[in-house]
């Protein structure tokens, strides 16, 4: 989820176009045309997909593909796009890769991936998230489904922010202020937990002060970084990151409910699906929070929600794939309706908007707040090289160095400078 990236370089991507090219149109298939029994291997990352879904497809798909097996395994979102890269290319491949919403337009472009504009009518068509169609589609054909989504609201302590006399914000600048009131009243305690890597909640700021990561102008990318409004908002961060937060400076959101349901953060903004984790510890305990957990959609610059990262998954066929019938097989179970909808209990997004409706909470306020957190949600730029940015973990560095205390304006320059090379490159 969150989400998480390694090394990747454009050489990587030209090896998967010319590794690609000639697979994926075969599927050992037998006189009938039914697919042979083989062994499909799905690649999952993280933690995100609950063990009942897990559980569903491999069930589903073994019954449906009688002497199939399928194999899950499970991969780190952390240097994922350096290991999809190799592994895509490979003749080992998986079958079937989950991969960031905006790592998609790497694999999309570069012809590592299958299309399966074939099944999409099959898979949800029209209902499918149409952003995350756009995010795996390229030259007008799909390769990579949406598989999961989920925007970023605030949790907090609602007993901690009754002791330091914090009421809920209406506004970013109340939001921001609020940290460093929590930190002061509560020794110890981060007003708002925000690691340094954590560059997925930086956005918002940058969002909400009128700033954008890069734009396109005549054909070409401009990094605006260093512009005045997203210098504006990174120095909201800055200030958040060295007057509220006590997370590492060189740290990152892995786990991030961890400190805030032991109490060691008053506030923390993370995907929604978070509360889960936040109210049971992993051995489905209760926590600190149980009882005591507040939520709220993280307020724009000038009320109401502000614009926050669409996080989420797409979901895909290796182009090298030995069992391209067998995989679709799986996808389509992965895209059913009884498959997203356990998806939607453990509190994800679903793939279709037919169902947004079944995603989890505990209140029909949370629900709500989750609806509206999602609908002013936003991506990265849309450009086939954005995975290159990412992987090269030039935002992570970046907001590090703010969190340190560095000049923001020198750095954000700096950072625009790489960011135009990539793009443009």
């Excluded at 390694?6 to 050992?28: P, Q, R």
């Excluded at 929590?182 to 890597?197: H, N």
């Excluded at 086939?384 to 320059?413: I, S």
Aim: hydrophobic share 40%.
């Amino acid at each position: 989820m969150n989400k998480k990236l390694g090394a990747f370089a454009l050489l990587g991507v030209s090896a998967v176009v010319l590794a690609g090219c000639a697979a994926g149109d075969s599927g050992g298939n037998d006189a009938s045309g039914t697919p042979a029994p083989a062994q499909l291997r799905v690649w999952l990352n993280g933690t995100d997909t609950p063990q009942d879904a897990r559980d569903y497809l491999v069930k589903t798909f073994e019954a449906q593909n009688p002497g199939s097996t399928l194999v899950i395994e499970e991969q780190q979102w952390t240097g994922l796009v350096d290991k999809l890269t190799t592994s895509l290319s490979s003749n080992d491949t998986p079958d079937i890769v989950e991969m960031g919403n905006t790592q998609s337009p790497a694999f999309t472009s570069s012809g590592a991936l299958l299309d399966i504009s074939d099944i999409k009518d099959t898979i949800g068509g029209d209902d499918l998230l149409p952003g995350f169609v756009e995010a795996g589609s390229w030259d007008g054909k799909l390769y990579a489904a949406p598989y999961y989504s989920g925007a970023r609201i605030v949790f907090y302590n609602t007993a901690q922010y009754a002791t330091a006399g914090v009421q809920v914000p209406t506004t970013l600048d109340e939001y921001v202020a609020n940290g460093k009131k929590l930190a002061q009243a509560l020794p110890g305690v981060s007003g708002v937990y925000f690691p340094g890597k954590d560059w997925y909640n930086a956005l918002p700021f940058i969002w909400e002060n009128g700033g954008e990561i890069a734009v396109q102008k005549d054909g070409k990318w401009e990094a605006q970084m260093s512009s005045d409004a997203s210098v504006k908002g990174i120095e909201q961060v800055q200030q958040l990151m060295t007057t509220a937060s006590l997370a590492p400076k060189d740290g990152d959101e892995t786990e991030a409910w961890v400190p805030f349901r032991t109490e060691k953060a008053a506030t923390l903004s993370a995907p929604s699906w978070a509360y889960w984790s936040i109210v049971a510890d992993e051995n489905k305990a209760d926590t600190a929070l149980t009882k005591t957990v507040g939520f709220y959609a993280l307020p724009g610059k000038n009320g109401g929600a502000a614009q926050v990262f669409a996080g989420g998954s797409n979901i895909g066929i290796s182009a090298k794939s030995a069992h391209p019938e067998l995989a679709k097989s799986a996808l389509e179970i992965m895209l059913s309706d009884d498959y997203q909808t356990l998806l939607a209990k453990a509190g994800l997004v679903p793939a279709k908007k037919s169902l947004g409706s079944q995603v989890a909470a505990a209140t029909p306020e949370l629900a709500k707040i989750i609806s509206d957190a999602a609908a002013n949600a936003k991506l990265t730029p849309a450009s086939p090289k954005w995975a290159d940015v990412e992987a090269k973990g030039l935002l992570q560095d970046f907001f590090v160095q703010v969190a340190a205390g560095g000049d923001v304006k020198t750095l954000a320059t700096a950072l625009d400078e790489r960011i135009d090379s990539i793009l443009n490159g």
